[in-house]
Every structure is written in structure tokens, then in C-alpha cells.
């Protein structure tokens, strides 16, 4: 079982729309969770932090988190053709002083006119 | 956000060889982390590099093959050590964010080994 599962998509929504990413993780310790944007051919850029079950908003983008479901989701309000990228779920695992991040495949959005 | 430079950008390299790649973070952080990417794949850590220690290697990845330098907090390197065809891919470092929680990524090496 992979430690952090995405669907690769591609996603397509309408512009306008609300974009709805999923993931799901293995490590039932696991506390911190980032979603990352990564557009073609440049490096994954973070997008939003989460840490405690329930939403969390920022602008556009609000993250879910359900600890029991080990279950994490980004929802990408009024999306735009600019939101058009691949979107990483990252888990941090580890304990201690020693703590490092592990990503899913990511979701393909692709956001048409 | 702290700002990692990342370099060479990209190199085309010859099997057999080495090249180091390095990464300047413009604020001293804990913990910096060298991942790879391949085409159309997810990130892959490769290994976490503490100041002052011996980095700690994932699976499947060895000291012989990707050795770290981490000297200080603002910088590291990695070499990728006798290179194959199978090693073509991007290399990113990554840090802790002074802002936020969360890492911080370097613009990413593109290598290919031909």
C-alpha cells in the first residue's frame, strides 16, 4: 500500500467550477498535511498547511481534513484556467528530530473555458 | 518564504560521470531534503541532510551513489556518482519555510545522461 494515495486524473472542470482533490494516506500518526500546486516544468510551490480535523479556508482554497478516514481533500472554489497544474498531497511523517515529507502521485486539473 | 537557489538548472551529462548539484537557501534552516522527480511521476526522497551529520538515506537510495554535503545551515549538495541513462531526471532540494509551516522548493536540476 502506497504511504499517500491520489487519482492521477486528469480532473477537467469548467471555469467557474469547484475543483474537488482527494487523498488519502497510510500512517495513522501522521499530524501535518500540505497541499502543493506544481505547473509544468517548474517546482511544486505550497498551497496550504492542515492540521487538525475539519476545513481550513484560504481564499479559493479550502482544505478538509478527517483524521479517522485518514482522508485529506482540496476543494479549489470559482477555479480558473490559471489553476490549471498538478496538485500534491504531502504527508509528514517521522518522529522526534527527524520528520520528512511524502508525497502522492498528484491529481492532473485541468480547468477549460 | 525562504528562497532556495538551485543550480545547474539543467546539464546533459555523459554515463560514467558525476555531477554535484547545490542549493543556497537565503536563511539558515534545520533539515534541507533532496528529492527526485522523474517524468510525469511524483516526488521521490532521496535522502535528509542535517548539519553536522551523516544524512539519512531512503530505501533504495546509498551514500555511494548520492553522496550529501551539508557543511551549514544556508547550504548542501548532492552528486549524483556514476551516472546511468536511469538517472535522468529532476533533482529538487527543499527546506524549511521561515513564514509557514511547510518546505520550500528549489527551482529543480534537469538532468539527462546520455
Known amino acids: 500500500q502506497k504511504e499517500v494515495e491520489q487519482n492521477s486524473g486528469p480532473l477537467s472542470v469548467p471555469e467557474g467550477a469547484i475543483a474537488s482533490l482527494n487523498c488519502t494516506y497510510s500512517d495513522r500518526g501522521s499530524q501535518s498535511f500540505f497541499w502543493y500546486r506544481q505547473y509544468s516544468g517548474k517546482s511544486p510551490e505550497l498551497i496550504m498547511s492542515?492540521?487538525?480535523?475539519g476545513d481550513k479556508e484560504d481564499g479559493r482554497f479550502t482544505a478538509q481534513l478527517n483524521k479517522a478516514s485518514q482522508y485529506v481533500s482540496l476543494l479549489i472554489r470559482d477555479s480558473q484556467p490559471s489553476d490549471s497544474a498538478t496538485y500534491l498531497c504531502?504527508?509528514?511523517?517521522?518522529?522526534?528530530?527527524?520528520?520528512?515529507?511524502?508525497f502522492g502521485a498528484g491529481t492532473r486539473l485541468a480547468v477549460h473555458p | 518564504s525562504a528562497v532556495i537557489s538551485q543550480k545547474p538548472s539543467r546539464d546533459i551529462c555523459q554515463r560514467g560521470t558525476s555531477l554535484t548539484i547545490q542549493c543556497q537557501v537565503d536563511s539558515q534552516v534545520t533539515m534541507m531534503f533532496w528529492y527526485r522527480q522523474q517524468p510525469g511521476q511524483s516526488l521521490t526522497l532521496i535522502a535528509t541532510?542535517?548539519?553536522?551529520?551523516?544524512?539519512?538515506?531512503e530505501s533504495g537510495f546509498v551514500i555511494d551513489k548520492f553522496p550529501i554535503s551539508r557543511p551549514n545551515l544556508t547550504f548542501s549538495t548532492l552528486t549524483v556518482s556514476n551516472m546511468s541513462p536511469e538517472d535522468s531526471s529532476i533533482y529538487l532540494c527543499s527546506g524549511t519555510d521561515r513564514d509557514r509551516d511547510g518546505y520550500t522548493f528549489g527551482s529543480g536540476t534537469r538532468l539527462t545522461v546520455v
Open positions: 541532510a542535517n548539519q553536522g551529520s551523516e544524512a539519512t538515506y
Open positions: 504531502a504527508v509528514r511523517t517521522g518522529s522526534g528530530g527527524y520528520n520528512k515529507l511524502i
Open positions: 492542515i492540521y487538525s480535523n
